[in-house]
Each structure stands twice: as C-alpha cells, then as structure tokens.
C-alpha cells in the first residue's frame, strides 16, 4: 500500500527536488503540492494524505498554523515539519505545534525517506541532535511544579520517559534497561495513554516542560 503523500513549500523548486526524492520510492505517492500554508490545508482536507512535508516560512499562513489547524480536524495526517532555519524558536514551536517530525531542507534523501515511513507508520521522528536543541531551549529555566499525572507513572515508566526524552529508540532504552524491546513498546505506549500524549514528541516536550528532565551543566548532558 502506498504511503501518500502533500508537499507544502512556497518554493517551486524546493517541491520540485522533494517530489523527485520521493517518487523514486515504489512505496510512496505525491498526491499534490500546496504554496503556501492555507492553500496547504485545503490540499490535505481534500485529498487526505498520509503524510504533509510542511515548510514553516510560507505566505498567508505559515506552516505552524497551518499544522495546528490541520491537526484539530478529524482523522489529520502525520506532519514533518521543514525548515532552512535550525533555531530553538523554529523547533520548539513545531513541537507544541503537534508535529510528528522536524527535518531541516539540507537532511540526505536517505534521512527524509526515513522520516517519512516513520511517521507514516504512527510513530514520531525525534532525531537525537534535535533533541539537544530542545535540551538547550530548556537550559537554565526554573523548575516548574510537576504535573499530578507523572505520580502515575510507575517507576520504570518513568524511566522509559526520561530515556525517550534522551531521544533514545525503543531498541536503545531496550538495551539500556535490560529488557524485551517489545516491554519497552507496552511501556511506551502506557506512558502516552496516563499522560494523555500522542506521541514521542509529544513525550519529550512533556518530560522538559514538567521538569522530569533538566539540562545538565555541562556538554548539554542529561540529568533527572
């Protein structure tokens, strides 16, 4: 089954070297192309891809409220976020956003085909060197109040958590914690149900802003 597949970017050219990345992919279909965030979200609402390539910097609405109006709607595809600037502002808004993935213009064919079939597949792309950046967005602010429903959490989902917001995959935390890397699946996928969270995204901006997981003084290390 093909993975479809809408292209929003306000430059021709842009659009035209995606599509041309994506349809050497038996698996995956441009269903269309949108310039600019509006014209985007009509595009998505008409023909209901599985997946939206959405630039941030478009005319008449740019791609973050394009991504949050899309993603309130019913049944909304999966949204990877583009962008020629990796500043903390562009990231940490895509993220709040609701996006499942954040990938800079320059990111090989290799790692945007990747993107996609992860996201495609209900998962999020959270690429470990992103993940810094968050880190580093977080630095040095005061701890807040932990929310009441992390006390849900038992010990090792807890753990779990921490690990994701490393940016860790399942196959990582697995081997980390010495166990199944289907536990960690079970693990995971209870950690987003207490919550209320959707997704590994969603599961890292949590761990920062609830304060389970402060940046450490040094290297941008991690410390609970």
Do not use: C, W
């Not at 970017?9 to 279909?29: K, N, P, S």
């Not at 910097?57 to 999966?78: I, V």
């Not at 009441?148 to 990582?172: H, I, K, Q, Y």
């Amino acid at each position: 089954m093909s993975i479809t597949v809408v292209i929003a970017d306000d430059q021709r050219m842009v659009r035209a070297g995606l599509r041309m990345v994506i349809e050497t992919e038996a698996d995956m279909t441009v269903v269309g192309e949108a310039g600019d965030g509006a014209e985007a979200v009509a595009l998505a609402r008409r023909v209901r891809p599985d997946v939206v390539l959405m630039d941030i910097a478009m005319p008449r609405q740019d791609g973050l409220a394009a991504t949050g109006t899309l993603l309130a709607g019913a049944d909304p595809p999966r949204i990877i976020v583009l962008t020629t600037f990796d500043t903390d502002d562009n990231l940490y808004r895509a993220l709040r956003a609701g996006a499942s993935g954040f990938l800079l213009k320059v990111s090989s064919p290799e790692h945007l085909i990747t993107a996609i079939r992860v996201v495609a597949a209900g998962d999020s792309l959270l690429d470990p060197a992103v993940t810094t950046r968050v880190i580093a967005a977080f630095a040095g602010r005061p701890g807040p109040v932990p929310p009441p429903e992390l006390g849900e959490l038992t010990p090792r989902e807890t753990d779990v958590l921490r690990l994701m917001a490393r940016g860790m995959s399942n196959g990582e935390i697995a081997a980390a914690l010495t166990v199944g890397e289907a536990t960690v699946k079970s693990h995971v996928a209870r950690v987003l149900m207490k919550l209320g969270l959707r997704d590994r995204v969603q599961a890292v901006v949590y761990a920062y802003e609830s304060g389970l997981i402060r940046a450490g003084e040094a290297g941008g290390s991690l410390v609970p």
